[in-house]
T-cell receptor, first 112, second 117 residues
């Protein structure tokens, strides 16, 4: 069975600073990994995903994540935070059965 | 991608009543799922809605409490039965498109925010 751990339930960054959200997973098979964003009072939107191939994945809105098998990690980064990045971010993993297991989520606030 | 709509977007209900949530997709999809997001928490999978057969429920969720229908490839309903305040959550449907590979993206509806008094 797969599981996801997101380190830090809340991250506060200054506008223009690096955003780093940590995600570690456990999986019995090569996983598929996802980052979703949820803006206030909205549904989930996919930021990026890793399936196979290149371990550095680029997504929308300037986000990217790197799959590190040896560390069982899939951390999300953005070089320069924008006020519009304030949201909740979820890391998720799935195996062969299409079901997504989500981490607890990380709330990002951006300081002007 | 897929455009997913849910009705209602929110509701306030009395305990002991039931609410049916609809999920409509603008294209045929392979799989449909229902998730629950309790206040301040992450998403938990309730069940997989199977077209033409009974839904597949995750541990801790039962058909009597959360009956699900999926009459075709674009529509599903989730009913929250005999509601209690503990059922206050956001309920989201998600879909996988027709290629059906696990690596495919799940697209999520906007959610139904349910408050039970």
């Amino acid at each position: 069975a797969q599981s996801v751990t997101q380190l830090g339930s809340h991250v506060s960054v200054s506008e223009g600073a690096l955003v780093l959200l940590r995600c570690n997973y456990s999986s019995s098979v090569p996983p598929y990994l996802f980052w979703y964003v949820q803006y206030p009072n909205q549904g989930l939107q996919l930021l990026l995903k890793y399936t196979t191939g290149a371990t550095l994945v680029k997504g929308i809105n300037g986000f990217e994540a790197e799959f590190k098998k040896s560390e069982t990690s899939f951390h999300l980064t953005k070089p320069s935070a924008h006020m519009s990045d304030a949201a909740e971010y979820f890391c998720a993993v799935s195996e062969d059965d299409y079901k997504l297991s989500f981490g607890a989520g990380t709330t990002v606030t951006v300081r002007a | 991608s897929a455009v997913i709509s849910q009705k209602p977007s929110r509701d306030i209900c009395q305990r002991g009543t039931s609410l049916t949530i609809q999920c409509q997709v603008d294209s045929q999809v392979t799989m449909m799922f229902w998730y629950r997001q309790q206040p301040g928490q992450s998403l938990t999978l309730i069940a997989t809605a199977n077209q033409g057969s009974e839904a597949t429920y995750e541990s801790g969720f039962v058909i009597d409490k959360f009956p699900i229908s999926r009459p075709n490839l674009t529509f599903s309903t989730l009913t929250v039965s005999n509601m209690s305040p503990e059922d206050s959550s956001i309920y989201l449907c998600s879909v996988l498109l027709l290629s059906g590979r696990a690596s495919d993206t799940q697209y999520f509806g906007p959610g139904t925010r349910l408050t039970v008094l």
